[in-house]
T-cell receptor
Framework: GQNIDQPTEMTATEGAIVQINCTYQ??????LFWYQQHAGEAPTFLSY????GLEEKGRFSSFLSRSKGYSYLLLKELQMKDSASYLC??????????FGAGTRLTVKP | DSGVTQTPKHLITATGQRVTLRCSPR?????VYWYQQSLDQGLQFLIQ???????AKGNILERFSAQQFPDLHSELNLSSLELGDSALYFC?????????????FGSGTRLTVV
């Protein structure tokens, strides 16, 4: 099975940087997805980390440590439209991809 | 438009009834996944099909069933509906059975059981 732990809610200011952490315990681990979901909408793909380290993609970066079962999503230069839930999803080799409960991020002016 | 089509977008039905939700995957995708998302809850994985065969099963109730047809569209059948089944039901698709390219989600079907 999987245990996925993320903070429930976070608040940050427009223009700032925020880091959303995710810890997981899972067997047969392949990699880790991050998705963004606005309320009432479908999740959209942000990143997929397989190897340890930081991957940068524009204002968003994602980090993975396989040995520690730890990942984070880093959002820079926050914009109001970044207010959404951010879902961590370990991906393992039986393809049973399960999502964490998500972190609801509120960006304030 | 993500390329994954779900119908209907909204469905209101009474307790005890049966409904069918439909999903057409993105062109070229062979895998279809179903997820349930209750109000303010996370996405709960229900079931996955790959090229017509069941590949993985999550927390799917016995009252629920699904299948994937030769044209690769999938249907999720929910029977003996209860109030607690009210939720957003998402379908997602991917190219392979194990995809490192992420899953593409449809816009969901909002089911309300009254």
């Amino acid at each position: 099975g999987q245990n996925i732990d993320q903070p429930t809610e976070m608040t940050a200011t427009e223009g700032a940087i925020v880091q959303i952490n995710c810890t997981y315990q899972t067997s047969g681990f392949n990699g880790l997805f991050w998705y963004q979901q606005h309320a009432g909408e479908a999740p959209t793909f942000l990143s997929y980390n397989v190897l340890d380290g930081l991957e940068e993609k524009g204002r968003f970066s994602s980090f993975l440590s396989r040995s520690k079962g730890y990942s984070y999503l880093l959002l820079k230069e926050l914009q109001m439209k970044d207010s959404a839930s951010y879902l961590c999803a370990p991906h393992h080799n039986n393809n049973d991809m399960r999502f964490g409960a998500g972190t609801r991020l509120t960006v304030k002016p | 438009d993500s390329g994954v089509t779900q119908t209907p977008k909204h469905l209101i039905t009474a307790t005890g009834q049966r409904v069918t939700l439909r999903c057409s995957p993105r062109s070229g995708d062979l895998s279809v996944y179903w997820y349930q998302q209750s109000l303010d809850q996370g996405l709960q994985f229900l079931i996955q099909y790959y090229n017509g065969e069941e590949r993985a099963k999550g927390n799917i109730l016995e009252r629920f069933s699904a299948q994937q047809f030769p044209d690769l569209h999938s249907e999720l059948n929910l029977s003996s509906l209860e109030l607690g089944d009210s939720a957003l039901y998402f379908c997602a698709s991917s190219v392979a059975a194990q995809s490192a390219y992420g899953y593409t989600f449809g816009s969901g079907t909002r089911l309300t059981v009254v």
